[in-house]
């Protein structure tokens, strides 16, 4: 053999080394396990939500553009199972090769109690807008909340949907909605009132400490307020299937416009079913069965 040739045939049994060893050790390469439970703030789960912090950043950034779903309401959680996560991420550049995904992950939804100062604090600038001196004689001990309602960290953007005054009992029964938990049912609270109560219609006494389910009564409140459109169409939203035993988010496509608790049909990203739905809040949507 001349000695080009051989210089050649070491040259390429150099080369082929070289990279059989490379490949061997990018094989042997640790892999990124997901966390197997993240507590999140927003409405949406991106595969960069369940890294761990110790990720690298190129990883990080392409993992960002992988939706992996909508987040539980306050207070609940979602499971994410090995096999629907394999199959969200494996069309995405290889990034099962460098991620390790365990059977389940718990997603929950960062939230808090709404608190009666807040509450007060939202009535009053309501009387105050409606010229009421209620407005400067309520406290936050006259405020009743029916039940403990959790919403997002921060801000809740609470707003008062409806209002109903009853001069007789001097009481008055609020519909309030957290606007920025836009998965939050709209809930009530009642207040005692103070001082004069003028130009109001009045409403036969009741017993205002029977607060009915705030489910049965979004329909009422959709006609009786000016109705805000949650849903527009062609929209992508969130649908919660939901039964006694069990919760399901799915994405969906609104075929049409819906205010709060009106019915509309949606279309469901995946499989293009389309199914009649209930607006329960801004981009959300519900279906019992």
Request: hydrophobic share 45%.
């Amino acid at each position: 053999m001349s000695v080009e040739k051989n210089i050649g045939f070491m040259s390429a049994v150099f080369a082929a080394t070289f990279f059989l060893a490379g490949a061997a050790q990018a094989s042997r390469i640790p892999k990124i396990e997901l966390l197997r439970e993240v507590t999140l703030a927003g409405s949406r789960v991106q595969l960069s939500d369940l890294l761990p912090a110790t990720a690298p950043e190129s990883l990080r950034e392409r993992a960002s553009e992988i939706a992996m779903g909508s987040t539980p309401l306050p207070g609940s959680t979602r499971v994410l199972e090995h096999d629907a996560i394999e199959s969200q991420v494996s069309p995405n550049g290889g990034i099962l090769t460098e991620v390790s995904i365990p059977e389940r992950i718990v997603v929950r939804t960062d939230s808090r109690l709404i608190t009666v100062n807040e509450v007060f604090e939202t009535i009053r600038a309501a009387l105050a807008q409606k010229g009421l001196i209620s407005a400067d004689t309520l406290r936050p001990e006259d405020i009743l909340l029916e039940s403990q309602i959790l919403v997002g960290p921060g801000d809740s953007g609470l707003q008062v949907m409806r209002m109903d005054i009853d001069r007789g009992l001097r009481r008055a029964r609020f519909l309030l909605w957290p606007s920025r938990s836009p998965k939050v049912i709209p809930f009530f609270a009642t207040a005692k009132l103070e001082g004069d109560l003028p130009g109001l219609p009045y409403r036969a006494p009741a017993d205002l400490s029977h607060i009915a389910n705030a489910r049965a009564i979004v329909p009422a409140v959709a006609r009786s307020v000016n109705a805000e459109i949650l849903v527009g169409q062609g929209e992508r939203a969130t649908l919660l299937l939901h039964s006694e035993a069990l919760r399901m988010f799915v994405d969906v496509v609104s075929l049409e416009r819906g205010a709060l608790g009106q019915q509309i049909r949606v279309r469901m990203a995946e499989t293009g079913k389309i199914l009649n739905a209930k607006v329960d809040g801004r981009s959300h949507l519900e279906v019992t069965f």
